[in-house]
């Protein structure tokens, strides 16, 4: 599943980011080439920015000529999003690998890693070991309080679950009110235990304008 309903706000364009051009393709487009050599795309269900469904439909089938992708309408949160992609999973899906299509350069074997991971513990996320330290701040900028670095990993994707894990997951937040940025932080809050699988720098979420600079010079580089 692949959540692309987001706008390209902080990337400074006005249509979906999803759509935006990295070195001749839409991000999206790239994203889902990475999931074709492991069989994962004729599945894939992915979830468009509202109103923008034509422009995906038509990238999308430009790229992928005949590939039958189940094309979901988002929501204004990722929650949302994902949620409405949880709802179209064809009945028979056991394992869910959700990916952000703002994420382009991950790997086939973390995608297999991560698959095998949910498979055998119910949930994985792609993660970082934190390089920096990282701070926790107040809304007045006040230093509150220091994590030790060694126990901090950023959060990529792809997330990967046993759909039964997952789909409980969101229905508990959605009756707590509670939104996450991600969906395994939502599964750890039912007190289940969240596999954490090694990513790379290279796996980075396309977000600022720099980012999508780096992003071209990885393409014209050749780096992944
Ligand atoms: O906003 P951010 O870059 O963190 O979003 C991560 C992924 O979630 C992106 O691929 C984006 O398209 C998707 N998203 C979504 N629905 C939203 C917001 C973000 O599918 N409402």
Redesign the pocket.
């Known amino acids: 599943m692949i959540?692309?309903?987001?706008m390209g706000t902080r990337l400074g364009c006005s249509g979906p980011?999803?759509l935006v051009d990295v070195g001749g393709k839409a991000l999206v487009v790239r994203t889902l080439e990475r999931f074709s050599p492991i069989g994962l795309l004729e599945d894939a269900v992915i979830?468009v920015t509202p109103g923008h469904e034509n422009g995906f439909k038509s990238a999308l089938a430009r790229a992928f000529p005949g590939s039958p992708f189940t094309i979901v309408t988002?929501?204004?949160?990722?929650q949302?999003?994902v949620q409405k992609g949880l709802d179209a999973l064809s009945p028979n899906t056991e394992i869910v690998v959700i990916h952000?299509?703002?994420r382009p350069f991950i790997s086939q074997s973390t995608v297999t890693e991560s698959m095998q991971a949910a498979a055998k513990c119910g949930a994985a996320t792609v993660a970082i070991p934190a390089v920096d330290t990282v701070l926790r701040g107040d809304s007045g900028n006040w230093l509150v309080d220091t994590p030790p670095r060694h126990e901090l990993w950023l959060c990529q994707t792809p997330q990967t679950f046993r759909v039964e894990v997952i789909r409980r997951a969101h229905a508990q937040a959605a009756e707590d009110d509670h939104v996450g940025?991600d969906d395994a932080s939502l599964v750890r809050r039912m007190g289940e235990r969240v596999k954490l699988i090694k990513g790379s720098p290279l796996n980075f979420?396309v977000?600022t304008p720099l980012d999508l600079k780096m992003a071209q010079w990885v393409v014209r580089e050749g780096l992944a």
Do not use: Q
Not at 3 to 6: C, F, V, W
């Open positions: 959540p692309a309903a987001g980011k999803a979830i988002g929501g204004a949160e990722r949302t999003s952000d299509a703002a940025t979420k977000t």
